[in-house]
């Protein structure tokens, strides 16, 4: 092997390995929104749980039918060291999404939060509704772009390394 290649080679692997030491990793995903009553939330008070985090708006249809799913799990998992934030990805008020929510759905127990459609660091959003699931740590486990289902993110927490207690998630109408 030539000695230019195999110079080439050795700067590579040194530079793979500092892109992989702890200290250059990308910092924990981190953002604050305000919730529909104007309070903020912020990722970082939620360290050391399992965060889903959901991007829906009111004209979306498939957005619209997975938020009793998302609801049914929060449910099923509140307590278990799992959080479910909703960010509405509209610039609507929020007096009208709590009247929206209210009507539509008789209220959510999780909490909705004011995205304003701005983009949110370290979260691509390629349609809606999508889903991240944001480990202990802060660190982005997963993404799905589409419907989600309660079994299905209990099945993906579980792949994730999750503990949750009981099985699958039961959901009105079957999942």
Request: aromatic letters at 6%.
């Amino acid at each position: 092997m030539p000695v230019r290649l195999r110079r080439l080679l050795c700067a590579s692997c040194a530079l793979l390995l500092l892109l992989g030491s702890p200290g250059l990793r990308a910092a924990p995903l981190d953002f604050t929104l305000p919730d529909l009553e104007g309070q903020p939330v912020r990722l970082a008070d939620l360290r050391g749980r399992w965060v889903v985090v959901n991007f829906w708006a009111t004209w979306c249809p498939p957005c619209l039918k997975e938020m009793p799913e998302l609801e049914a799990f929060h449910r099923r998992v509140e307590g278990q060291g799992v959080s479910v934030l909703g960010i509405n990805f509209e610039d609507a008020e929020p007096a009208e999404l709590k009247q929206f929510i209210q009507d539509r759905f008789q209220g959510l127990s999780f909490p909705l939060l004011q995205g304003r459609a701005k983009p949110i660091p370290g979260l691509s959003l390629y349609g809606l509704p999508t889903t991240f699931i944001i480990a202990p740590d802060g660190e982005l486990a997963n993404t799905h772009l589409g419907q989600v289902t309660a079994a299905l993110l209990e099945l993906k927490l579980q792949e994730l390394g999750a503990e949750l207690k009981g099985g699958q998630a039961a959901v009105e109408g079957g999942s």
